[in-house]
């Protein structure tokens, strides 16, 4: 039961399994058990990064392909929502309208970039996407009647998902079972399915193909597999994923701008955790977004404790500054790419090998 | 017998290579494609003028990149921390020169920058060393990888960056004698564009001048050709490529010096920034091509500027459409570079 519904792709590593059982029941229990609204923020937000991470990995870990261009389509998603709610009102054909509207956006539109510039090597799809995604960016930015510019839009969700919905007056072990909970375990269970989707799909034959194409496009070619093809669907399905992840995203945080959906920054990140997570492994996915999302929010309180500390040494005070996390995670990325190719996630795996 | 000789050697000597000179055209083609959209003759000036300060300042940063590439198939994504240290060296050097800076003399103004431009390509040539030994030495080959490390690369210089001089923007204001317009008749030019223009033609002559006439330019443009060929040949290649590292990131230091001076402020984000323009302009050119870089960042820094004026709203993608336009004539840049 367990493996066919992880699709044969255990964990394969005890700790491994342990962590992400942690992480899931974690997930599943943070309104029981984290009082306050920043604990279930910062698990909601997770939740959406796994999709999204994990959809980059289809296609950076394991297809081979880097694309600058992924937030892109994460922000069609968010804005596909967030526009068609804001035009239609708040009800749940508007929001399958959006959903719709922006899959279909970014499907043609991955497709077409594909089509185009997947036949270069990998320097210049970087290159390309990235100069899309900027140009992107702009648009959105400026295209204000629309996508509301650099406020974003602010929109209210369906009845049953805003915050005064509530499901029974009385509470529900402590906690009162009002839209946000509800909204929180929809969020928790789509995501689950589409990560256990994309569990299934790279463990397919075709997923075998992707993996063969990462590790020697030549051969796989040689062997009969049209890479640009495989190459081009992979492209359209992670895009797929980014695109519901960021409509997930949008129903969850009630607004969206460019800045929570399509900047760069977000980019950068999801690069971070698909490498420090495990690049080619779904669950380095799981593990890449938990740990640097809780970094990003709690680290910073850590960081904070050691600056007061260290006050009197004036670089090392800028050095653990609570700002300058992420270059903590950057040097802890850079160290991933030299010395574990497939980040946690591959390490673990590693160890549980050589112990038997 | 004496008659025949001389057909005899014109045979036996390398046929002569035609010079491609087409895409040169271009740029004045623009130029004058847009004379009649901006309407007014002065205004046309102007915005000429801007362009080719910003094309210049483009060149100066990009044409490392483009030799980098052409060398060792290395793109650096991190090449922006250079433009960014560059600049805030600057801040630094000449905060502490304000009342060089702030008279109203050329003289003492260039006495004042200079040293700054000199110290800011010194500490980032110096940078881009301990760069390549770090993030790119291990990763030759790999793409893949090198495109990631490059970006972190890019994440931990900019972190740094901040770490030493603060997150926020720092003003770099023109010393004295740069502010201000010249007068062409209705047109106004400012100063400090004519400068920019100026000391980018030097870099372009001097660069031209070491690539086309010495031994190691000789080298290098050879490298770019056929690497293996050169060392095959007994040279080192590495070596080359690490000199050719160090001055494109010099270059690139002083590129940030002028682009800070040039909007006045800098930002630690200023370098990531700019890597967008950089690569449509290293792959408008040709990657690997010195010459097609500097056609390329003209181009890409004139219809910056009349897209800005005539359409501020797609500026940034006029430049996309220079990049798809120059690929469908010449799908690998105006100046392929002949290997792979």
Request: aromatic letters at 10%.
């Amino acid at each position: 039961m367990l493996r066919r519904l992880l699709s044969g792709d255990l964990p394969r590593s005890r700790v491994l399994a342990l962590v992400l059982v942690v992480i899931g029941l974690g997930l599943l229990l943070t309104p029981f058990v984290f009082p306050g609204a920043k604990a279930l923020n910062v698990a909601a937000k997770i939740c959406t990064f796994v999709v999204l991470v994990a959809s980059f990995d289809l296609l950076l870990g394991y297809t081979g392909i880097i694309s600058f261009a992924h937030t892109m389509f994460f922000g069609i998603g968010a804005y596909g929502v967030a526009i068609a709610i804001t035009r239609l009102g708040p009800t749940w054909p508007a929001v399958a309208v959006g959903v719709g509207a922006a899959l279909a956006t970014s499907l043609a539109l991955s497709l077409v970039i594909g089509l185009f510039s997947l036949r270069v090597k990998a320097l210049y799809y970087a290159m390309i996407t990235l100069a899309v995604a900027t140009a992107f960016q702009t648009l959105a930015s400026q295209l204000s009647d629309f996508t509301g510019g650099e406020d974003g839009l602010s929109f209210k969700v369906p009845a049953m998902l805003s915050p005064g919905f509530s499901l029974s007056s009385s509470p529900f072990l402590g906690v009162s079972l009002d839209g946000r909970l509800i909204s929180y375990y929809l969020l928790l269970a789509v995501s689950a399915v589409l990560f256990l989707l994309m569990l299934r799909i790279v463990n397919s034959p075709f997923g075998r193909v992707l993996q063969a194409i990462r590790e020697n496009a030549f051969r796989a070619e040689a062997l009969g597999y049209r890479t640009v093809l495989y190459r081009t669907a992979s492209n359209v399905i992670s895009a797929g994923f980014a695109t519901l992840a960021g409509a997930l995203l949008a129903l969850w945080l009630r607004y969206n701008g460019p800045d929570t959906s399509l900047s760069f920054e977000i980019m950068i990140n999801i690069l971070l955790m698909v490498v420090i997570g495990g690049m080619g492994t779904l669950y380095g996915a799981v593990l890449g977004a938990t740990l640097f999302i809780v970094t990003e929010n709690y680290l910073q309180d850590l960081m904070k404790l050691a600056s007061h500390g260290l006050a009197g040494v004036p670089l090392l005070r800028d050095l653990v500054n609570p700002d300058r996390w992420l270059l903590w995670l950057g040097l802890l990325f850079i160290l991933s790419v030299y010395r574990f190719p497939f980040g946690i996630v591959g390490k673990l795996r590693l160890k549980a090998r050589k112990a038997t | 017998m004496s008659a025949s000789s001389p057909t005899v050697a014109a045979s036996d000597a390398l046929p002569a290579v035609r010079p491609d000179r087409l895409p040169l055209l271009l740029i004045p083609v623009l130029a004058l494609v847009a004379l009649p959209l901006v309407k007014s003759f002065s205004t046309w000036v102007t915005l000429t003028f801007a362009g080719l300060a910003m094309g210049m300042i483009i060149f100066i940063i990009a044409s490392g990149l483009t030799l980098v590439f052409g060398l060792m198939d290395v793109l650096n994504f991190g090449h922006g921390v250079f433009i960014t240290l560059g600049a805030f060296l600057a801040t630094t050097v000449l905060a502490t020169m304000t009342n060089w800076t702030g008279k109203e003399s050329l003289f003492w103004n260039l006495a004042a920058v200079l040293p700054a431009m000199l110290i800011a390509m010194a500490v980032t040539g110096a940078v881009g060393l301990a760069f390549e030994r770090v993030i790119i030495r291990p990763v030759y080959g790999q793409p893949l990888k090198q495109i990631m490390i490059t970006m972190g690369g890019a994440i931990v210089g900019e972190e740094l960056i901040k770490v030493v001089w603060g997150p926020q923007a720092i003003p770099l204001p023109l010393p004295a004698a740069f502010r201000g317009s010249l007068l062409f008749g209705e047109a106004a030019v400012e100063r400090y564009r004519i400068i920019a223009v100026v000391i980018g033609l030097v870099v372009f002559v001097v660069m031209f001048w070491v690539l086309a006439r010495t031994k190691i330019g000789l080298l290098i443009r050879a490298g770019v050709q056929d690497g293996e060929m050169v060392e095959s040949l007994g040279y080192r290649i590495r070596r080359l490529f690490i000199g050719v590292f160090v001055t494109g990131a010099a270059l690139a230091g002083l590129g940030g010096v002028l682009w800070g001076l040039y909007q006045q402020s800098v930002i630690p984000q200023m370098g990531g920034l700019v890597n967008v323009l950089l690569f449509i302009v290293i792959i408008i050119g040709g990657m690997g091509s010195v010459g097609g870089c500097f056609i390329g960042a003209l181009l890409v820094g004139l219809i910056s500027n009349y897209a800005g004026f005539l359409a501020p709203k797609v500026a940034l993608f006029s430049n996309i459409l220079l990049m798809v336009i120059v690929l469908l004539w010449r799908p690998e840049g105006l100046y392929p570079v002949g290997k792979r």
